[in-house]
């Protein structure tokens, strides 16, 4: 199926240390959204993106929706332990129908 | 808690059997997601419903069928399984007006 391009597919990091990751496609899209998701759970929210530029931060997260509308980022100041996990992002295409796409994932692990 | 209720949260079944797959969505919303989710793998989007109807499809196989009835609860029906069925599934819901979609925990199928 249709999947968006994500990377890094993974990454060590220190403990403290901030991350970066993205989300691109050659389409355009008019939502991104953010989640992460825990061995074995189900992924959970993190970020809402609605418009082209908006900057959007819950907690130490960090989301932008790129201004071409092709491409999403999500960055974590000062990562911790409980960072651990899979981080997928996900593209609506459509005008309020909500068909959502999603990105491969980043596979974060933190060395403490 | 995302408000998404998925049953049974475990299963394990032959080889040629029938499952169905159960998800209550969050109290208003309209529109229900299924997606698979295969070990270490990303999420496949299935089949989507809004308001009872049929809204989009996926790679959803002829064995696997869904619905989703008056009171908005939608079930996935998974025929003639084979091995490489075993996955988790993911139903989800979102709220027209936000379109961020929310999971359950899933339910994790295991086809010996």
């Known amino acids: 199926g249709q999947q968006l391009n994500q990377s890094p597919q993974s990454m060590f990091i220190q403990e403290g240390e901030d991350v970066s990751m993205n989300c691109t496609s050659s389409s355009i899209f008019n939502t991104w959204l953010w989640y992460k998701q825990d061995p074995g759970e189900g992924p959970v929210l993190l970020i809402a993106?609605?418009?082209?530029?908006e900057l959007t931060s819950n907690g130490r997260l960090t989301a932008q929706f790129g201004i071409t509308r092709k491409d999403s980022f999500l960055n974590i100041s000062a990562s911790i332990p409980s960072d651990v996990g899979i981080y997928f992002c996900a593209g609506d295409y459509t005008s309020g129908t909500y068909k959502y796409i999603f990105g491969t994932g980043t596979r974060l692990k933190v060395l403490a | 808690d995302s408000g998404v209720t998925q049953t049974p949260k475990h299963l394990i079944t032959a080889t040629g059997q029938r499952v169905t797959l159960r998800c209550s969505p969050r109290s208003g919303d309209l529109s229900v997601y299924w997606y698979q989710q295969s070990l270490d793998q990303g999420l496949q989007f299935l089949i989507q419903y809004y308001n009872g109807e049929e809204r989009a499809k996926g790679n959803i196989l002829e064995r696997f069928s869904a619905q989703q009835f008056p009171d908005l609860h939608s079930e996935l029906n998974l025929s003639s399984l084979e091995l490489g069925d075993s996955a988790l599934y993911f139903c989800?819901?979102?709220?027209?007006?936000?379109?961020?979609?929310?999971f359950g925990e899933g339910s994790r199928l295991t086809v010996l």
């Open positions: 993106l609605y418009k082209a530029g």
């Open positions: 989800a819901s979102t709220w027209t007006n936000t379109g961020e979609l929310f």
